[in-house]
């Protein structure tokens, strides 16, 4: 008890003073935590207030040995041998070592926090993104907004690479009032990805961003994966002042694809991912299905190793990115599949407690790992909403490929529009039954003398697209199919 020894050493007031302020720290931090940690949660995204937090708990820290050094020069008796002397200062080390050890892990943990606030999220005066809302509530963010919508991009991003590469766009539109987050997976080969009419895009490509004549391989710089570098390589600033771009450029397109105004984006640099796994300890995932690590389809090269079926796999960080990337023997759909559940499993996995105890590791992955046009000033209404997400379901919109060609040279986007306005709407406003649709032609890969704009909007008799959505704890069950590749 810090001031105890310094009343029994005689010096009564200022072990009264010591005592009653370290209580008084001891209720306010209780007090606080349990009734103010929402407050303590958007400290925690505030650089200023992290600085002066690790700047408080080093002055706590050295405060604490300067009363156990005082209280032991007070108890210590004027005559005693140099034996006791020794043990003397032996046990006044190690009780201060049991103050300096965790301060000194609060103040790293507290700082590496901060390098992170800063390293990834700019302030919304310093940062220039064409396509984020141009300013920040930060009283209430949320009014009037009862959906944040967030796109989630996967690439391997560096600045020694040439190129990259979308592979994983995923759509997240998370209500505002619960937490509730549905999960949209865009086929990574789409092509005439629309833009909106207002659009300096839209003029280059009226039809969407795509041409016609072309062969399989050809189609391949066409499409969604490809135009995150392709647009603004033929297209530098045309949206305007921008920190990246190719997000930008994304989140126009897909926006429009989906119907849904997308509001930032959140890009994972895949070549870090497996870091911030490991930094969380793993994750554990339910595999349903054998999963290549390694090979190549097109070549005929097989995996030299494989991620056997099972529940309740722990995976590093390694086996965890080919959990969410292997593409030998599977479909995009079961990529997609994969794809939700490792990010299911990452919420799993920041529980508080592994947080606590990681969190240098996590923070110091993490700054290599995303990238955002989050602004700083949001982040701690980012943070309440984040608990909510934790706390409510995480479903996905599930997209029949077949009925809304998403797989073909023009998808339909006007049925996907639907479908996704179908997914989110209020319960009580979507249809009780699974509408019927009116039969159409199959749909071709040979090029078509119809306009592209016919194409990407087939058919003026077809109903609505059914929209089921599927909450993810039963996607990502322990549900083997039994069909494996070879």
Not at 275 to 283: E, F, Y
Not at 353 to 366: D, H, I, S
């Amino acid at each position: 008890m810090p001031g105890l020894g310094l009343i029994l050493g005689g010096r009564k007031r200022l072990g009264v003073f010591v005592l009653t302020v370290s209580a008084g720290l001891v209720g306010l931090g209780v007090y606080v935590g349990l009734t103010r940690r929402d407050e303590v949660l958007a400290a925690a995204v505030v650089p200023s207030r992290l600085l002066a937090t690790s700047l408080v708990i080093g002055v706590i820290a050295l405060s604490w040995i300067a009363v156990i050094v005082g209280s032991h020069r007070l108890l210590r008796p004027a005559t005693v041998a140099p034996g006791g002397r020794a043990v003397g200062a032996v046990f006044v080390g190690i009780l201060c070592f049991a103050v300096t050890a965790p301060a000194a892990v609060a103040v790293q943990s507290v700082l590496a926090q901060r390098d992170l606030v800063q390293d990834v999220f700019v302030s919304q005066e310093e940062s220039k993104s064409a396509t984020r809302p141009k300013t920040v509530n930060v009283k209430d963010p949320w009014e009037n907004r009862p959906r944040l919508n967030l796109l989630l991009l996967g690439g391997d991003d560096a600045e020694d690479r040439v190129g990259v590469r979308t592979d994983t766009v995923i759509v997240a539109s998370i209500d505002t009032a619960t937490g509730d987050t549905a999960l949209i997976s865009m086929p990574r080969q789409l092509t005439f990805m629309p833009f909106p009419k207002d659009s300096p895009l839209h003029k280059f490509y009226p039809n969407g961003f795509g041409k016609e004549g072309l062969s399989l391989e050809g189609r391949l710089e066409w499409m969604l994966t490809a135009m995150y570098q392709n647009i603004p390589d033929a297209h530098p600033g045309i949206l305007g002042p921008s920190d990246n771009e190719g997000a930008d450029v994304l989140k126009q397109s897909v926006g429009e694809a989906v119907g849904l105004k997308l509001d930032y984006y959140l890009q994972v640099n895949l070549q870090g991912f497996d870091q911030i796994v490991d930094a969380l300890g793993g994750i554990t995932v339910n595999v349903n299905e054998r999963v290549a690590m390694g090979g190549v389809s097109s070549a005929g090269i097989p995996p030299s190793q494989w991620i056997e079926p099972g529940p309740k796999q722990h995976l590093d960080g390694r086996r965890a990115l080919w959990f969410a990337r292997g593409r030998y023997g599977a479909d995009d759909d079961q990529r997609q599949i994969r794809q939700r559940c490792t990010i299911k499993a990452i919420v799993d996995a920041a529980d508080p407690r592994t947080l606590a105890t990681k969190y240098q590791a996590v923070a110091k992955a993490g700054k290599n790992l995303l990238r955002t046009d989050i602004p700083q000033e949001l982040l701690p209404a980012l943070i309440q909403l984040a608990r909510k997400v934790k706390a409510g379901t995480v479903s996905n919109v599930s997209l029949d490929v077949s009925k809304l060609r998403l797989k073909y040279l023009h998808p339909d986007y006007e049925g996907l529009r639907k479908t996704v306005a179908a997914a989110l709407a209020p319960k009580n406003e979507q249809p009780a039954t699974t509408p019927t649709e009116t039969p159409s032609a199959t749909p071709s890969e040979t090029p078509s003398t119809k306009s592209p704009k016919t194409l990407a909007r087939p058919g003026t008799g077809k109903a609505t697209p059914p929209a089921p959505t599927e909450d993810l704890a039963d996607a990502c069950a322990y549900n083997p199919n039994g069909d494996q590749p070879n």
